[in-house]
């Protein structure tokens, strides 16, 4: 059995609480390898929730989570070494710059020998001369957005990428830039991203999750990509 034919994320049975809310409700779920795939569904149906449980920073109240064919136990930074997670919110530090946040990154998750060399690839390859210096706070949206993107790819691209809403606040050329880098990605790597822009999300995705009330209504191929005009509000 080739690496490609097992599965890079498997939930079973996964449900989580908050209080008196249940947020998911026994999500069963299988993605491979080279996936794309886009969770969807009207605010309030979990798929931010679902896409932090997979992402670790969030445990399921039941289920059990299976990633790149291990079933994930306590240890989790071996899984999360390999995961790049990028939030509604910059995960960058705003007194710090970009150069100081990127440095602080790799550090931290101890992703690479030589972070310098890095960085610098990262500026020459990306044109951030005007912005990478400058405190993170001065920066746009959309500059804010594509520094947290890259740091999420940085030094390699990691074999699960997870995005909430990557598209918000970015200009066309930024959101070219980010389709780009999902379709011209290693072979092998996944994609999970969550959006309410459905014209990014038909374009990009090989496959889309409709949740609806924590659940999973239904799982759509392209050609089915329409489904989703009549049933989202």
């Given at each position: ?135 993170f706070y001065e920066l746009s949206t ?92």
């Amino acid at each position: 059995m080739d690496s490609f034919s097992k599965p890079a994320v498997k939930l079973t049975n996964i449900s989580k609480i908050y209080g008196f809310i249940q947020a998911l409700k026994n999500i069963n779920l299988v993605i491979y390898p080279g996936e794309t795939i886009g969770l969807v569904g009207n605010n309030g149906a979990g798929k931010s929730t679902l896409l932090k449980i997979i992402s670790l920073l969030v445990k399921p109240t039941s289920g059990s989570i299976n990633l790149f064919d291990q079933e994930v136990n306590d240890d989790i930074h071996l899984f999360k070494r390999e995961i790049g997670v990028l939030l509604s919110f910059p995960f960058f530090y705003e007194d710090m710059t970009g150069r100081e946040n990127f440095h602080f990154f790799l550090q931290m998750k101890k992703r690479a020998n030589n972070p310098q060399k890095i960085i610098h690839d990262i500026i020459a390859q990306y044109d951030l001369k005007l912005f990478i210096d400058r405190p993170f706070y001065e920066l746009s949206t959309g500059m804010m957005k594509k520094l947290d993107i890259l740091r999420t790819v940085t030094p390699n691209f990691p074999k699960l990428l997870l995005l909430d809403e990557p598209f918000s606040g970015l200009d066309i050329e930024n959101r070219k830039f980010l389709f780009n880098l999902i379709t011209r990605r290693a072979v092998g790597s996944t994609v999970i991203l969550c959006s309410h822009d459905l014209s990014s999300v038909k374009s990009v995705c090989s496959k889309v999750i409709f949740l609806e009330k924590g659940k999973i209504k239904k799982i759509l191929d392209p050609p089915e990509y329409d489904y989703l005009l009549d049933h989202l509000a």
